[in-house]
């Protein structure tokens, strides 16, 4: 069951302590813990975290294999518009919404192309598609929002759910099978174990016999996929397509990767870890807005404790070793 | 061998204007351990590369099994049965020891990796290897690196292949792991398996091999049976002139001034004393083993590594090691040739000019501004010196071979003018006429009045090119003695610390 055999249990449940942290230290803070930790701010919470959560499935393959995609923000402002588009012009639902997420595997396909074909690094390559993506979703939208009648899209990602027996709203209960499903795939299965590979010593993987630009042309277009159903929910929160949506949405996603154990230099890291990571940030960023303080206070609070988490896994890692 | 199982002929294959192999042929029959002798920068390894499917030859041809035989990439290779164990090791240190051995031909079941088959079958290859110790679960970055290298090595033998190919596959063992692999590879060929083996360790290559073939500049040179060849015609074949030629004739230093002195260096975990002078006009030689401390000793003197204790005299002035920074020895006239040209000895995508001026770039510099024209004509007279093949100073190291860039590496020495040389490895992994070269230049230093500190692990060029040659054994320092009061046993003797 354990995909990192043998590793001192304070790395795997280290993003779980601090998740227990933050929320242990708002409940305190706000002086009012049985607000903070009610059912009521968990669903907030939850549905605040669905974007991000998707997008971290999606870039946890990407970083575990060893690469890094900056275009998610824009990818999700293009898939929004993509299906605010669709439904507006009367087809299904459902069919907008699928196209969305087809768009998304298709920047991620035009991003490994360009890094397998073109020989440019991730970074550099998805900086590009950074722009390129955002740049289509205003051409798309003519450079507003598109609004569109209300459908059952609308409450995917809201904070009440309709039932009410769904207690949380469809789209936590969509990622939780989704985050479930990957880290299955991740971890049992030979493509799973192989984006490890890739991510460990590429060079090896080659040699090894392993289509190296095949597989993360697989890895780019499947985490694609789940930044366009990012994009759905982004325009399910909103109720519109929006194409300026979203911006550094990427660092958030990558921010949640990282906390949860994921190396930047690839080979680590794991879909349940991701997902500790995105609830960290959903809890800090509504604890700060309980606490009534202003955004910039988040944003210092989250730039600090990004440093942190890696430099705290660094020496870890360090202390492992020696 | 009419039933030859592979056989290669006029390879060919250059990496920009180097030529790595330039009409390389081989032959090996089922069942047969053969040995690819040669030079480092022979062609060797860029030979089993071609094999493997990493690089394409550029000409000749192979045949495998008697077809022609031309890998695209490495999955065609391990398809057609080759597998290759690289002298870098290349295992993934994030996955565990049964998910390495089996990586690109996991056991399976509709698409989920079958842990339990994998876990099994690594069991039964590390017992067949005689190491049922290791845990196929095991992570392998915790794994030390000798079992690193069984990892390796058990890979091969899993994907049951034709040929193997092993690139010094005994440079990390210890000796009962090197008889394991010998017994291991007898298994192989009993079973019909071509071998493939290099290794720099002759009378090692004559216990499993029984034929050979000498690659020299890229071409092969000779070849055949190993028992009737004896090492002295095998090592001319290599070097293609006797070895004594390649040492440049010296005169004893006539000062008696001593430049360097350091006493009672102590930098832990690995250096446990090392005291040492060097006079002016003096070659000093430090030898030891793999792991013995003598890199771990220089790096310490020069500020690399911390130290812990221990004084160091230069001009005169005597102060602690510890605490010492490269830039403070810089200026005290110290100057430091890394083992590791691509790792830290060179940048290799700036000019030759560039990488040779940048410890004293100040003496082509005026009020700050950098005067490239001096840079360039101060750079052009070090590499006519020292016989750098560059086009134009401007010219990335980079693109430059590995014989050529190290005289670029210890041409800023000079350009440095330091007084004194830290040299560790000078010549490692470069060919033989850039090793005379790099000789030459060292003496001329010497006899210019420089000291230098000269530290390696290939004997024969510290007996014949040092004054005085010191051992380093588990961290300890010898006392340095006259070269013509050693003999390559009794320096052995003093390294392995019997």
């Given at each position: 069951?354990?995909?990192?055999?043998r590793r001192s249990?304070l790395?795997?449940?280290?993003?779980?302590?601090?998740l227990?942290?933050v929320?242990?230290?708002?409940?305190?803070?706000?002086g009012?813990?049985?607000?903070?930790?009610?059912a009521?701010?968990?669903r907030?919470?939850?549905a605040?975290?669905v974007?991000?959560?998707?997008?971290?499935?999606g870039?946890?393959?990407?970083i575990?294999?060893?690469?890094?995609?900056?275009?998610?923000?824009?990818?999700?402002?293009l898939?929004?518009?993509?299906?605010?588009?669709?439904?507006?012009?009367?087809?299904?639902?459902?069919?907008?919404?699928l196209?969305?997420?087809?768009t998304?595997?298709?920047?991620?396909l035009?991003?490994?192309?360009?890094?397998?074909r073109?020989?440019?690094?991730?970074?550099?390559?998805?900086?590009?598609?950074?722009?390129?993506?955002?740049?289509v979703?205003?051409?798309?939208?003519?450079?507003?929002?598109?609004?569109?009648?209300p459908t059952?899209?609308n409450?995917?990602?809201?904070t009440?759910?309709?039932p009410?027996?769904?207690i949380?709203?469809p789209?936590?209960?969509?990622?939780?099978?989704?985050?479930?499903?990957?880290?299955?795939?991740?971890?049992?299965?030979?493509?799973?174990?192989?984006?490890?590979?890739l991510?460990?010593?590429?060079?090896?993987a080659r040699?090894c016999?392993?289509?190296?630009?095949?597989?993360?042309?697989?890895i780019?277009?499947l985490?694609?996929l789940?930044?366009?159903?990012?994009?759905?929910?982004?325009?399910?929160r909103?109720?519109?397509?929006d194409p300026?949506?979203?911006?550094?949405t990427?660092?958030d996603v990558?921010?949640?990767v990282v906390?949860?154990g994921?190396?930047?230099s690839?080979?680590?890291?794991?879909?349940?870890g991701?997902?500790?990571?995105?609830?960290t940030?959903?809890?800090?960023?509504?604890g700060?807005?309980q606490?009534?303080?202003p955004?910039?206070?988040?944003?210092?609070?989250?730039?600090?404790i990004?440093?942190?988490?890696?430099?705290?896994?660094?020496?870890?890692?360090a202390?492992?070793e020696? | 061998?009419?039933?030859a199982v592979?056989r290669?002929t006029?390879i060919?294959?250059?990496?920009?204007p180097?030529?790595?192999l330039?009409g390389?042929?081989?032959?090996?029959?089922p069942?047969?351990?053969?040995a690819?002798?040669?030079?480092?920068g022979?062609?060797?390894?860029?030979?089993?590369?071609?094999?493997?499917?990493?690089?394409?030859?550029?000409?000749?041809?192979?045949?495998l099994?008697?077809?022609?035989?031309?890998?695209?990439f490495?999955?065609d290779?391990?398809?057609?049965g080759i597998?290759?164990?690289?002298?870098?090791?290349?295992?993934?240190?994030?996955?565990?020891?049964?998910?390495?051995?089996?990586?690109?031909?996991e056991?399976?079941?509709r698409g989920?990796?079958?842990r339990?088959?994998?876990?099994?079958?690594?069991r039964?290859?590390?017992?067949?290897?005689?190491?049922?110790?290791?845990?196929?679960?095991?992570?392998?970055?915790?794994?030390?690196?000798?079992?690193?290298?069984v990892?390796?090595?058990?890979?091969?033998?899993?994907?049951?292949?034709?040929?193997?190919?092993?690139?010094?596959?005994?440079?990390?063992?210890?000796r009962?792991?090197v008889?394991?692999?010998f017994?291991?590879?007898?298994r192989l060929?009993?079973?019909?398996v071509?071998?493939?083996?290099?290794?720099?360790?002759?009378?090692?290559?004559?216990?499993?091999a029984?034929?050979?073939?000498?690659?020299?500049?890229?071409?092969?040179?000779?070849?055949?049976?190993?028992a009737?060849?004896?090492?002295d015609?095998?090592i001319?074949?290599?070097?293609?002139r006797?070895v004594?030629a390649?040492?440049?004739?010296?005169e004893p230093a006539a000062?008696?001034?001593?430049?360097?002195?350091?006493?009672g260096l102590?930098?832990?975990?690995?250096?446990k004393?090392?005291?040492?002078?060097?006079?002016?006009?003096e070659?000093?030689?430090?030898?030891?083993?793999?792991?013995?401390?003598?890199?771990?000793t220089v790096r310490?003197l020069?500020?690399?590594?911390p130290?812990?204790?221990g004084?160091v005299?230069?001009?005169g002035?005597?102060?602690?090691?510890?605490g010492?920074?490269?830039?403070?020895?810089?200026?005290?006239?110290?100057?430091?040739?890394?083992?590791?040209?691509k790792?830290?000895?060179?940048?290799?995508?700036?000019?030759?000019?560039?990488?040779?001026t940048?410890t004293?770039?100040?003496?082509?510099?005026?009020a700050?501004l950098?005067?490239?024209?001096?840079?360039?004509?101060?750079?052009?007279?070090?590499v006519?010196?020292?016989g750098?093949?560059?086009r134009?100073?401007d010219q990335?190291?980079?693109?430059?071979?590995?014989?050529?860039?190290?005289?670029v590496a210890?041409?800023?020495?000079?350009h440095?003018?330091?007084d004194?040389l830290l040299?560790?490895?000078?010549?490692r992994?470069i060919d033989?006429g850039?090793k005379?070269?790099?000789?030459?230049?060292v003496?001329?230093a010497?006899?210019?009045?420089?000291?230098?500190?000269?530290?390696s692990s290939?004997?024969?060029?510290?007996?014949?090119?040092?004054?005085?040659?010191?051992?380093?054994?588990?961290?300890?320092?010898s006392p340095?003695r006259?070269?013509?009061?050693w003999?390559?046993s009794?320096v052995?003797?003093?390294?392995?610390g019997?």
């Amino acid at each position: 069951m354990s995909e990192v055999p043998r590793r001192s249990w304070l790395l795997a449940v280290g993003p779980f302590i601090g998740l227990a942290l933050v929320i242990a230290l708002f409940a305190v803070m706000s002086g009012a813990p049985e607000r903070y930790l009610s059912a009521n701010n968990l669903r907030v919470v939850l549905a605040q975290t669905v974007i991000v959560a998707l997008g971290a499935i999606g870039m946890t393959l990407i970083i575990v294999g060893g690469g890094i995609d900056l275009s998610v923000g824009s990818t999700i402002a293009l898939t929004s518009v993509i299906a605010a588009l669709g439904i507006r012009s009367g087809g299904a639902p459902a069919m907008a919404c699928l196209w969305a997420v087809l768009t998304g595997g298709l920047v991620g396909l035009l991003n490994a192309l360009a890094i397998t074909r073109l020989k440019v690094v991730p970074f550099i390559a998805t900086l590009g598609m950074l722009g390129v993506a955002r740049g289509v979703a205003k051409w798309l939208a003519d450079q507003q929002t598109v609004n569109m009648a209300p459908t059952w899209v609308n409450d995917l990602a809201v904070t009440f759910p309709n039932p009410e027996w769904l207690i949380f709203a469809p789209g936590v209960w969509i990622s939780v099978v989704l985050a479930l499903l990957m880290a299955v795939v991740l971890r049992n299965t030979v493509f799973g174990r192989r984006v490890f590979a890739l991510g460990s010593n590429e060079a090896a993987a080659r040699a090894c016999g392993i289509a190296t630009d095949r597989l993360k042309l697989v890895i780019y277009s499947l985490a694609g996929l789940f930044f366009g159903l990012a994009g759905v929910m982004q325009m399910s929160r909103l109720r519109q397509g929006d194409p300026t949506v979203a911006i550094g949405t990427e660092l958030d996603v990558i921010a949640s990767v990282v906390i949860g154990g994921g190396s930047l230099s690839g080979g680590e890291g794991g879909i349940l870890g991701s997902m500790i990571g995105a609830l960290t940030m959903a809890f800090l960023r509504n604890g700060s807005q309980q606490m009534g303080w202003p955004n910039y206070v988040q944003e210092i609070l989250i730039g600090v404790i990004i440093v942190m988490a890696v430099a705290l896994d660094r020496f870890r890692h360090a202390r492992q070793e020696a | 061998m009419s039933g030859a199982v592979l056989r290669l002929t006029g390879i060919a294959k250059r990496f920009g204007p180097t030529v790595a192999l330039d009409g390389a042929s081989l032959e090996v029959g089922p069942g047969e351990v053969h040995a690819l002798i040669g030079e480092n920068g022979a062609g060797k390894s860029t030979l089993l590369a071609c094999l493997a499917g990493l690089l394409k030859p550029e000409r000749g041809a192979m045949e495998l099994g008697g077809e022609s035989y031309a890998p695209a990439f490495p999955g065609d290779a391990r398809a057609r049965g080759i597998a290759l164990i690289h002298q870098e090791l290349s295992l993934f240190p994030h996955l565990t020891v049964a998910e390495n051995i089996f990586v690109g031909a996991e056991p399976s079941r509709r698409g989920l990796f079958d842990r339990a088959a994998a876990r099994r079958k690594t069991r039964e290859v590390l017992a067949e290897f005689g190491h049922p110790e290791i845990d196929p679960d095991e992570r392998v970055s915790h794994l030390p690196l000798p079992a690193r290298q069984v990892v390796e090595i058990c890979r091969a033998i899993a994907a049951r292949a034709r040929v193997v190919l092993m690139d010094e596959p005994t440079s990390s063992l210890q000796r009962p792991d090197v008889e394991r692999l010998f017994a291991v590879i007898r298994r192989l060929a009993g079973s019909g398996v071509a071998v493939i083996y290099i290794s720099h360790f002759l009378e090692e290559t004559r216990e499993i091999a029984q034929t050979y073939t000498v690659l020299r500049d890229g071409r092969t040179v000779g070849g055949g049976p190993l028992a009737t060849t004896t090492n002295d015609e095998l090592i001319a074949q290599m070097v293609g002139r006797t070895v004594d030629a390649l040492f440049p004739a010296r005169e004893p230093a006539a000062s008696t001034e001593t430049l360097l002195e350091v006493r009672g260096l102590l930098a832990p975990p690995v250096v446990k004393g090392a005291s040492f002078e060097i006079r002016r006009g003096e070659i000093l030689g430090v030898f030891g083993l793999m792991g013995s401390g003598r890199t771990e000793t220089v790096r310490a003197l020069f500020g690399l590594d911390p130290a812990e204790s221990g004084t160091v005299r230069v001009r005169g002035r005597e102060g602690p090691v510890r605490g010492g920074t490269p830039a403070q020895r810089l200026g005290q006239g110290l100057g430091y040739l890394s083992e590791d040209r691509k790792g830290e000895g060179l940048a290799l995508p700036l000019s030759v000019a560039d990488n040779m001026t940048l410890t004293r770039l100040s003496a082509c510099a005026r009020a700050g501004l950098l005067d490239r024209a001096r840079q360039r004509e101060r750079t052009q007279t070090w590499v006519s010196a020292l016989g750098v093949k560059a086009r134009t100073p401007d010219q990335p190291v980079r693109t430059l071979s590995g014989g050529n860039q190290q005289k670029v590496a210890l041409g800023r020495l000079f350009h440095q003018d330091a007084d004194v040389l830290l040299l560790d490895e000078p010549t490692r992994g470069i060919d033989i006429g850039s090793k005379a070269q790099i000789y030459e230049a060292v003496a001329a230093a010497a006899a210019r009045g420089k000291g230098v500190l000269m530290v390696s692990s290939y004997l024969p060029e510290l007996l014949g090119l040092c004054d005085r040659l010191a051992v380093m054994s588990r961290g300890r320092l010898s006392p340095a003695r006259p070269v013509s009061e050693w003999s390559p046993s009794s320096v052995m003797e003093a390294a392995i610390g019997a």
